[in-house]
């Protein structure tokens, strides 16, 4: 049996092991809270001083960066579709797989692509009206509101479609095309051929392979002439017949869709009778929405003067603007010439202070 004395001898060096203990963590305390106001006026200090800078207090750091958008990898998605469709291409003939599905399937990922690239939900979907376009014209092109009206509702056809913007040189026709161009809602859509012989024919077939599937197709056939009209009917045809292209009415969300549009400028150079005989040829187009765009009289060219003018900042007085109107040749030219002849003429316009 232990006594009392045996017990107290036997628990006090227990106590005095936990008084130890006691006096380090009350040291260690104390050192932390001396570390902690080192710190805290440290930091003022620091504060102090860019408070007194001329500078002002500088920024916080951003201790959470952002998340990398999701454009980044744009081009890891659209690697993954050409591999898959590559794989899906080899299997094939092994498995029997239709080349409509690899089709649909790398249609699908494309649209996902275009998705992710423009940042716009529903951006492949084709319910936009290509007849907006129009609205910025009509501040650009002037003296044509008919051949604006007509382009507006042949542009509001939901499949395919083809139209011929017919007049002579300097009347607003190219310019018309420029504007269909820039304001497409579908940008990466738009092809365009210069036309210069029978030679670019053989663009179209490569170009119609090459549609998308995501938006409208937007084709621009320009620099066309009377002598080329023959060709018109033979290009509506490969489109009207290519299997991968909607033709009718009704909506194909399988199919795709395009318009195209031709730039056939008339010779105003001919003498007159030769001159009406062109024009009435390119009337005889069939499938094809004939937008004809008026000749420029002598007011149309002075608003045409004025315009430029006011675009390039320049101030003419009566007698120059009398001046480039005589110096030109508007009725074979339009308002092609009025530019340079503004610049040459006008003052730039002074700044208000």
């Not at 056939?221 to 991968?244: A, C, F, Q, S, W």
């Not at 040749?329 to 009025?338: E, F, H, L, S, T």
Request: net charge positive.
């Amino acid at each position: 049996m232990i006594s009392t004395s045996e017990t107290s001898k036997n628990k006090a060096p227990k106590r005095r092991i936990s008084d130890s203990l006691r006096t380090r963590r009350i040291r260690r305390l104390g050192s932390a809270v001396d570390r902690a106001d080192t710190k805290e006026n440290h930091r003022s200090a620091d504060l102090a001083v860019v408070a007194a800078s001329p500078q002002g207090p500088l920024p916080e750091p951003n201790i959470y960066p952002e998340r990398p958008g999701c454009g980044q990898y744009a081009w890891l998605i659209g690697l993954v579709a050409v591999l898959s469709g590559l794989v899906l291409a080899s299997m094939a003939d092994l498995s029997g797989l239709s080349t409509d599905t690899i089709s649909d399937f790398v249609d699908s990922y494309s649209n996902q692509y275009n998705v992710i690239i423009h940042e716009r939900p529903g951006y492949c979907e084709r319910h936009a009206r290509l007849g907006a376009m129009v609205d910025h014209a009509w501040d650009q092109v002037l003296n044509q509101p008919d051949a604006l009206e007509k382009l507006e509702l042949a542009l509001d056809n939901t499949t395919f479609n083809a139209i011929a913007l017919i007049g002579s040189s300097g009347v607003g026709k190219s310019h018309t095309a420029r504007l269909l161009r820039e304001k497409f809602p579908w940008p990466e859509n738009v092809k365009t051929v210069a036309w210069d012989d029978s030679n670019a024919l053989a663009l179209i077939p490569s170009i119609l392979s090459h549609l998308k599937l995501c938006g409208r197709n937007l084709i621009l056939v320009d620099n066309m002439t009377p002598k080329d009209i023959r060709y018109v009917p033979y290009i509506n045809g490969l489109i009207r017949t290519h299997p991968e292209i909607a033709n009718g009415t009704a909506n194909k969300p399988s199919k795709k869709y395009v318009t195209i549009v031709y730039i056939i400028s008339l010779n105003r150079l001919l003498p007159d009778d030769e001159f009406q005989a062109q024009k009435m040829a390119v009337q005889k187009l069939i499938n094809t929405h004939l937008i004809n765009y008026n000749d420029l009289e002598r007011s149309h060219v002075e608003d045409c003067i004025r315009r430029t003018a006011r675009v390039e900042g320049m101030e003419l007085t009566r007698d120059q603007i009398l001046d480039i109107i005589y110096s030109i040749d508007y009725i074979n030219a339009g308002c092609k010439p009025v530019r340079a002849k503004v610049l040459m003429y006008g003052t730039p316009v002074k700044q208000k202070p």
